[in-house]
């Protein structure tokens, strides 16, 4: 049964809790701050798990039902942790018409993943964008937060095979 | 000046508008100090082409000629050519394009010598010559991350002038009068909007900026927000006296880190110096500007969504009305605008909107920021004149379609817009004309296409895109994007009927005329534009099974970018 009169524990004694505890403090603690407190969740601890979802809503005080409906509807959050690298393909107009397509599919050749998704090995992680806002650079790519501009399935290839351990 | 702003800082003192005169004359007097000045260009498109490491570099080879105090090496905002980046601009009157760190010695000695003729941009094109910048007037001169450059710009003097010298019904006025139209794409009047909040009744008021630029192809308020961000500042600050807020929240996408870490950097500078919090001037008057970052929901964009998210709740819609302005963030009355909209709002102030509507057509005020994209040689950032012909935009300012090919079409407004034809290319770009050829101008993305796009592929790239990003809550749109998506699937498969195309028709119809909010009521916006200009191309997915672009139902060829 959970305890409503008194603040929950945080999940470990792990320091990065502190900042997540800060931005409720900071955002009113109260439900208003919901989506400013996932967003410090997200980038403190990489993603959001169950018992990080349970510990954010217990001390928000809003139900987990709306703390996992709020999780889930934002395409920006995410469930499961995500791999060693991580590539992000823009899907902006821009970019597809300047041939995303084509690097998806090199993509997946490489990697043998889907968008979304992460290798087994756990190394690389692919990810696809609305838009990156680089449209003048289309198409544009992101591999471990630099933005790539005018990349083609070649140059997306070579950069992917130098994440993927050469020995396995 | 950094002790005498150290001062300033510690006495919380209160804004005059003889001290904010005294920091402009000191911030112009330090800045002709200098014999030379280098501009690089530190926006997120020169940033993603090591913008950040070649002003490194420039300043490492200054230093090392021991001329530090002479020559000042400085990151800007964007310098709009983003497909030559990243771009140079010095004191001496050169642009120097696809600029290296390894040119970084060559530009410095070239400030007191001849400039560097393999790197020099031409300035003397119809992509400069054409432009005419009111929104974007900083960009590219001022370093964002600096407050003082901003005001040494006139910046928040329309905020002192407002505030000393004008009541709150005189600048709604000052506004009406200058046609000032919403920027995120509806077009509802500015000045018709302010006096509806500040009419209405309620404790708590609050102005909202809206920069959840969620528009494919679009990325003006993005550049805005990292060129120029005390700009927006300072409408949100007229903004909310005019109408008697005082909370404000900028609601701005997570993908754009660096517009955001620029914002916080401009809030926190606008604190210290008075110009933001309480007691704002001296003048009785407050506001305190936060930061809401979205989460990668498109329908976010629309005014409710917007506010539920701000809410801390799933980014979901409801019916209007009420209005935002009567029933909006927590159910009192907000004001919220667009990052373009609050960017035109100091110099309209500062030049009176007299002056403002002089520029642009007859229902169309003003000028626009455009982000130009796709097949067309000149990408980046420009702004425009309303009334400009779509013609100019792409021939002239664009530079015409790279490769030798044809214009197939133009797509303007991004999900909610349409494309246009060859035909429409002597129309004048603004809002009524857009809206009559079956687009929109939504918040300003242009992207050119080719003869190498099939048309019926793009309306299924958009409507895949509206598909994902509908929130569920009505079902027109729900489903129906959903059977659209399929129909247009199927044309592309080559697998689709006569019958299919009559049955898009009328989804489109049902779509449009029943969905919730925007997101649906503007979804068939895509389909019906093609249908419109383009319907030849359909037919012959379906009676012929073939595409004439070549792009659908054949394997994908392996070259890829331009």
Not at chain 1, 20 to 45: F, P, S
Not at chain 2, 314 to 322: A, E, I, K, L, Y
Not at chain 2, 409 to 437: F, H, I, K, N
Request: overall charge neutral.
């Amino acid at each position: 049964m959970p305890n409503f009169g008194s603040k929950p524990a945080p999940p470990s004694a792990d320091k990065r809790w502190k900042l997540v505890d800060a931005t409720m403090r900071k955002t009113g603690g109260n439900a208003r701050g919901l989506i400013e407190t996932l967003h410090t969740v997200q980038e403190a601890v990489g993603f959001l798990d169950e018992e990080a979802l349970r510990y954010v809503a217990l001390s928000l005080r809003v139900p987990l039902s709306q703390a996992y409906g709020v999780a889930t509807f934002y395409h920006f959050f995410t469930l499961k942790p995500g791999g060693k690298h991580t590539c992000v393909i823009c899907l902006g107009t821009a970019c597809y018409i300047k041939g995303s397509q084509h690097l998806l599919d090199a993509m997946q050749q490489t990697l043998h993943i889907a968008p979304g998704e992460t290798t087994v090995d756990g190394e690389v992680s692919v990810l696809t964008a609305r838009c990156l806002g680089s449209c003048g650079l289309a198409p544009a790519v992101v591999y471990d937060q630099e933005v790539a501009g005018k990349v083609d399935a070649a140059a997306l290839r070579a950069h992917l095979e130098k994440w993927i351990p050469h020995d396995s | 000046m950094r002790r005498r702003c150290a001062r300033i800082w510690r006495n919380g003192y209160r804004m005059t508008p003889e001290e904010l005169d005294e920091i402009a004359r000191k911030e112009r007097e330090a800045q002709r100090s200098f014999a030379r000045r280098v501009n690089v260009c530190v926006a997120a498109g020169c940033l993603s082409c090591q913008g950040d490491a070649l002003r490194d570099a420039l300043t490492k080879e200054a230093a090392s000629r021991g001329a530090e105090d002479r020559y000042h090496v400085k990151g800007v905002g964007c310098l709009g050519l983003c497909s030559e980046g990243p771009l140079v601009s010095t004191s001496t009157g050169q642009l120097y394009q696809r600029v290296s760190a390894a040119d970084a010695g060559a530009i410095i000695d070239s400030l007191e010598g001849q400039p560097v003729e393999r790197l020099l941009c031409s300035m003397d094109t119809p992509f400069f010559r054409r432009q005419k910048k009111i929104v974007l007037e900083n960009s590219g001169i001022i370093d964002p991350e600096r407050i003082e450059e901003y005001i040494a710009q006139n910046g928040y003097h329309a905020l002192v002038k407002a505030l000393t010298e004008m009541t709150p019904q005189q600048v709604i006025a000052e506004i009406t009068n200058s046609g000032l139209r919403g920027r995120g794409g509806a077009g509802y009047p500015t000045g018709l909007k302010w006096s509806t909040v500040a009419k209405a009744v309620g404790g708590q008021k609050y102005v909202v900026c809206n920069a959840d630029e969620g528009d494919p192809g679009a990325f003006m308020d993005r550049s805005v927000l990292e060129s120029d961000p005390h700009r927006v500042l300072e409408g949100m600050l007229i903004a909310a006296y005019a109408v008697g807020a005082s909370e404000g929240y900028i609601y701005v996408r997570a993908e754009y880190p660096l517009a955001i870490k620029r914002l916080k950097i401009a809030i926190r500078h606008a604190e210290r110096f008075g110009l933001l919090g309480a007691n704002i001037c001296g003048m009785g008057f407050n506001l305190h500007i936060d930061l809401r970052l979205g989460a990668g929901a498109f329908v976010c964009g629309e005014e409710t969504a917007l506010i539920a998210s701000i809410e801390g709740k799933r980014g979901t819609p409801r019916p209007r009305p009420p209005y935002p302005a009567m029933e909006g963030l927590l159910g009192q009355p907000t004001l919220i605008n667009n990052v373009e909209t609050y960017a035109n709002v100091p110099p309209i102030l500062r030049n009176g909107g007299a002056w403002y509507a002089q520029i642009g057509t007859e229902k169309s005020k003003g000028t626009k920021v455009f982000a130009l994209a796709g097949r067309v040689r000149n990408t980046g950032l420009v702004e425009v004149p309303m009334g400009i012909s779509l013609r100019e935009m792409v021939f002239e300012i664009g530079g015409g379609i790279p490769d030798g090919k044809q214009f197939k079409a133009v797509q303007t407004g991004g999900p909610s817009g349409g494309c246009l034809p060859a035909e429409t290319l002597d129309m004048p770009v603004d809002y009524e004309s857009l809206a009559r050829a079956g687009s929109i101008m939504g918040s300003g993305g242009m992207i050119v296409m080719d003869e190498t796009s099939c048309m019926v592929d793009v309306a299924k790239y958009f409507m895949d895109f509206c598909m994902t990003e509908s929130c569920g809550k009505c079902i027109p749109c729900r489903v129906g994007t959903y059977q659209m998506h399929r129909i247009l699937s199927a044309i592309t498969n080559m697998s689709a009927t006569e019958q299919n195309l009559r049955l898009l028709e009328e989804l489109c119809d049902l779509v449009k005329h029943t969905s919730l909010c925007g997101l649906g009521q503007s979804a068939p916006n895509p389909v019906l534009s093609t249908l419109k200009y383009f319907i030849a191309e359909y037919r012959e997915h379906v009676r012929e099974h073939k595409c004439p672009a070549g792009v659908c139902g054949k394997e994908i060829p392996e070259k890829v970018g331009a």
